[in-house]
């Protein structure tokens, strides 16, 4: 393998997201959000775990942004708990910002560079009992959240993301029910849908109006959809079906300031025309400063029957987050796999990369997440040997490099994550973190990963062999 360096200012980063990390749940006013809620239905979480005690960042803050910059790490993305700072979706609470703002000061005090993202799925469970994301008022709450957190950390923070993948908020969180709030209703995530762009393009309002300087995005989760058969048409229209529900029904809107007219077709039986209103579609592709993409995967899809439907391992029972397209299946293709089981396929980034290049406007392209769960555990001597993980950032920055050398304005890349966290409806059963977290006595160890990607930051390349 070839040694590569990177543009010059190119942004090494890591992320993680509040509700994974912070813990202190119900600390100095914060109210209960969706994810509050889920982790207490039975079967929802493995292990039954919940957002406590997580990383306990909200109380080793300083520890950890020491930690990033022993790392040389340039920017750390991390996002605000809307029930911090505004509980119950109500008024502004003091407290919470003051912990965000502390955090910003101490980024900046080490040459950090904070990045925030606003919504990254916690949303207030008060404003969930009235409707959620089905509800349209909900993306006005989302502007005035967004107000005041512009208002408070604005002076200081230049690059802005409304929200984090929001094809999980609306099919995982409203179809399959895997995600808060659980709901199991194609209807309801065709509305969300519609209702997360909506609260984008508020947000984004918003921000500018407050300050015009601000660098503002949004973060797409993006997959390549490879259809099993090339020649079976019923494949290819499962690959056009996903492609359309897991990329361009959120990338049209936003950059040709339409939904694709198949997508609106497939969608109609769940509704999903009747909530967009006149405006709503310039509201909604406001010109963006900056695309993040997250990418941990490709699609591979067919229309064939699965050879064995997926055990359910003592989880509550979900639904397909594929509406309109639940016949869908992913066959296995025999590629290696992380423990979250997906594919490693780090030729999907490079793909991803070239066609948001090719079919959509040139913006700067940031990788705000990319990274892997493996089993990870402290060796007898001290260290977390976790040579499967650094590989696979390894393979990945090699393709994103692959893009940049065919024209890609890539500017950054964010492991995914700074350290061990809440997986979601995973619980804290999957390792994603370069930096081990021992959840009883919360001790951080930097994993072998940690090391090997501070040298990468470091010296804004990569060496010809992999691992150190
Ligand atoms: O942990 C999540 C993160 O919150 C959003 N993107 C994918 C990660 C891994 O599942």
Same mark, same amino acid.
């Given at each position: 393998m070839e040694s590569i360096s990177f543009p010059e200012g190119f942004v090494w980063g890591a992320a993680t997201a509040a509700f994974q990390v912070e813990g &202190? @749940?119900? #600390?100095?006013?914060r109210t209960a959000s969706i994810w509050d809620t889920f982790? $207490?239905?039975?079967?929802? +979480?493995v292990g039954g *775990? @919940?957002?406590?005690? &997580? #990383? *306990?960042h909200y109380y080793r803050v300083d520890q950890d942004v020491a930690l990033m910059a022993d790392l040389g790490l340039h920017a750390y993305r991390f996002s605000i708990a809307w029930p911090r700072v505004r509980p119950d979706g109500g008024a502004v609470n003091q407290a919470g910002l003051d912990f965000y703002s502390r955090l910003v000061d101490s980024l900046l005090d080490k040459g950090i560079d904070p990045w925030v993202t606003?919504? =990254?799925?916690?949303?207030?469970q008060a404003l969930e009992d009235r409707g959620?994301? @089905?509800?349209?008022d909900t993306a006005y709450r989302f502007a005035e959240y967004a107000e005041t957190v512009v208002g408070a950390l604005g002076d200081r923070v230049v690059n802005w993301t409304t929200l984090n993948e929001p094809w999980c908020s609306a099919f995982l969180g409203? &179809? /399959?029910? +895997? =995600?808060?709030?659980?709901r199991q209703e194609p209807e309801a995530a065709a509305a969300a849908v519609h209702h997360l762009l909506l609260g984008h393009g508020l947000g984004v309002a918003a921000i500018r109006s407050a300050r015009p300087e601000a660098r503002v995005g949004i973060t797409l989760n993006m997959y390549p959809i490879i259809p099993a058969?090339?020649?079976?048409p019923a494949d290819l229209d499962a690959a056009r079906r996903l492609d359309g529900l897991q990329n361009r029904i959120f990338l049209d809107p936003l950059f040709k300031a339409e939904y694709p007219a198949d997508v609106v077709a497939d969608l109609e039986p769940f509704g999903? /025309?009747? =909530? %967009? $209103?006149?405006d709503d579609l310039s509201v909604i592709s406001a010109p963006l400063d900056q695309l993040g993409v997250n990418y941990y995967a490709e699609h591979f899809v067919s229309a064939k029957p699965a050879e064995a439907p997926a055990a359910t391992n003592g989880r509550r029972p979900t639904s397909s987050? !594929? %509406?309109? #397209?639940?016949h869908v299946t992913f066959p296995s293709r025999g590629l290696p796999r992380t423990d979250m089981n997906w594919e490693v396929q780090p030729d999907g980034l490079y793909k991803v990369l070239v066609r948001l290049h090719e079919e959509y406007p040139r913006l700067p392209l940031y990788i705000t997440e990319n990274g892997a769960a493996y089993r990870d555990a402290v060796g007898e001597d001290g260290g977390v040997h976790d040579p499967e993980r650094l590989d696979y950032i390894d393979s990945h920055l090699r393709a994103a490099h692959a893009a940049i050398r065919a024209g890609v304005d890539l500017r950054g890349y964010f492991a995914w994550s700074l350290m061990d966290n809440f997986? !979601?409806?995973?619980?804290? #059963?999957?390792r994603f973190g370069i930096v081990h977290v021992d959840?009883? @006595?919360q001790v951080r160890t930097p994993k072998m990963s940690a090391m090997w990607y501070s040298k990468v930051a470091r010296g804004n390349a990569l060496a010809a062999t992999a691992v150190s």
């Amino acid at each position: 393998m070839e040694s590569i360096s990177f543009p010059e200012g190119f942004v090494w980063g890591a992320a993680t997201a509040a509700f994974q990390v912070e813990g &202190a @749940t119900t #600390a100095d006013g914060r109210t209960a959000s969706i994810w509050d809620t889920f982790c $207490q239905i039975p079967g929802a +979480v493995v292990g039954g *775990d @919940t957002g406590e005690p &997580a #990383a *306990d960042h909200y109380y080793r803050v300083d520890q950890d942004v020491a930690l990033m910059a022993d790392l040389g790490l340039h920017a750390y993305r991390f996002s605000i708990a809307w029930p911090r700072v505004r509980p119950d979706g109500g008024a502004v609470n003091q407290a919470g910002l003051d912990f965000y703002s502390r955090l910003v000061d101490s980024l900046l005090d080490k040459g950090i560079d904070p990045w925030v993202t606003l919504y =990254h799925w916690d949303l207030p469970q008060a404003l969930e009992d009235r409707g959620g994301w @089905t509800n349209r008022d909900t993306a006005y709450r989302f502007a005035e959240y967004a107000e005041t957190v512009v208002g408070a950390l604005g002076d200081r923070v230049v690059n802005w993301t409304t929200l984090n993948e929001p094809w999980c908020s609306a099919f995982l969180g409203y &179809a /399959s029910g +895997v =995600h808060a709030p659980g709901r199991q209703e194609p209807e309801a995530a065709a509305a969300a849908v519609h209702h997360l762009l909506l609260g984008h393009g508020l947000g984004v309002a918003a921000i500018r109006s407050a300050r015009p300087e601000a660098r503002v995005g949004i973060t797409l989760n993006m997959y390549p959809i490879i259809p099993a058969d090339p020649e079976d048409p019923a494949d290819l229209d499962a690959a056009r079906r996903l492609d359309g529900l897991q990329n361009r029904i959120f990338l049209d809107p936003l950059f040709k300031a339409e939904y694709p007219a198949d997508v609106v077709a497939d969608l109609e039986p769940f509704g999903f /025309s009747k =909530h %967009i $209103q006149p405006d709503d579609l310039s509201v909604i592709s406001a010109p963006l400063d900056q695309l993040g993409v997250n990418y941990y995967a490709e699609h591979f899809v067919s229309a064939k029957p699965a050879e064995a439907p997926a055990a359910t391992n003592g989880r509550r029972p979900t639904s397909s987050p !594929w %509406i309109g #397209a639940e016949h869908v299946t992913f066959p296995s293709r025999g590629l290696p796999r992380t423990d979250m089981n997906w594919e490693v396929q780090p030729d999907g980034l490079y793909k991803v990369l070239v066609r948001l290049h090719e079919e959509y406007p040139r913006l700067p392209l940031y990788i705000t997440e990319n990274g892997a769960a493996y089993r990870d555990a402290v060796g007898e001597d001290g260290g977390v040997h976790d040579p499967e993980r650094l590989d696979y950032i390894d393979s990945h920055l090699r393709a994103a490099h692959a893009a940049i050398r065919a024209g890609v304005d890539l500017r950054g890349y964010f492991a995914w994550s700074l350290m061990d966290n809440f997986e !979601w409806a995973e619980g804290y #059963a999957k390792r994603f973190g370069i930096v081990h977290v021992d959840y009883e @006595t919360q001790v951080r160890t930097p994993k072998m990963s940690a090391m090997w990607y501070s040298k990468v930051a470091r010296g804004n390349a990569l060496a010809a062999t992999a691992v150190s």
